[in-house]
């Protein structure tokens, strides 16, 4: 399997749920991201990571909590949710380099809803 | 990051070529311009990046003049599956934290 992967592609879960969010990365490269994207909103970062060390962390609510084992591997814990966060959650990877800004490969995205 | 500003929408018909201008007029001397295109419910995809006057890939050309202070996409004879939303960032080099902005949403009309 090529390029960025995510799983689940759908997400329905209560308000006392926990799930996972999922993603991975087959492009080689050493950096992760966690964007929000609400319905007709500008996407949001959430989390980066470089080198599997968090360096962004944009104002996240704490029921978000984010992992990166490896430089292939991301996931997003999910916990006492609230229903504002019904999103569609994108996973990202990139290359860090200090010779110019790199771009950006996206997955497919996991629909959550929370009810 | 330099702020951009880019029009809410625009409709082309089929065949045409579609011309999408961004503004940047705080853009920072080491900024490039990067676009991104993206369906409903997917992740948006990278299309074309420069510094400067012209880039050209197989899928689109993007013209930044001198002054760098605005940039246009161009997407030659656009088809329907051309419908979009269109964003336009100016990147930092080694940045890794994109604004993604409102975006451009792109109609194609048959």
């Known amino acids: 399997e090529t390029g960025v992967t995510q799983t689940p592609r759908h997400l329905v879960m209560g308000m006392t749920n926990k799930k996972s969010l999922k993603c991975e990365q087959h492009?080689?490269?050493?950096?992760m991201y966690w964007y929000k994207q609400s319905a007709k909103k500008p996407l949001e970062l959430m989390f980066v990571y470089n080198f599997k060390e968090q360096t962004e962390n944009n104002s996240v609510p704490s029921r978000f909590s984010p992992e990166c084992p490896n430089s292939s591997h991301l996931f997003l814990h999910l916990h006492t949710l609230q229903p504002e966060d019904s999103a569609l959650y994108l996973c990202?990877?990139?290359?860090?380099?200090?010779?110019?800004?790199?771009?950006?490969?996206f997955g497919p995205g996991t629909r959550l809803t929370v009810t | 990051l330099a702020k951009t500003t880019q029009p809410i929408s625009m409709d082309s018909y089929e065949g045409q070529e579609v011309n999408i201008t961004c503004s940047h007029n705080?853009?920072?001397?080491?900024?490039?311009i990067t676009w991104y295109q993206q369906f409903p419910s997917q992740g948006p995809r990278f299309i074309i990046q420069?510094?400067?006057t012209k880039v050209t890939n197989e899928v689109a050309s993007l013209f930044i003049p001198a002054d760098r202070k605005s940039s246009t996409l161009s997407l030659p004879r656009v088809s329907l599956s051309d419908t979009a939303v269109y964003y336009c960032l100016a990147l930092q080099t080694g940045a890794n934290n994109l604004f993604f902005g409102t975006g451009t949403r792109l109609t194609i009309i048959p």
């Open positions: 990202a990877s990139s290359q860090m380099g200090r010779e110019g800004p790199r771009e950006q490969y």
């Open positions: 420069g510094y400067k």
């Open positions: 492009l080689g490269h050493n950096a």
């Open positions: 705080n853009i920072a001397t080491n900024d490039y």
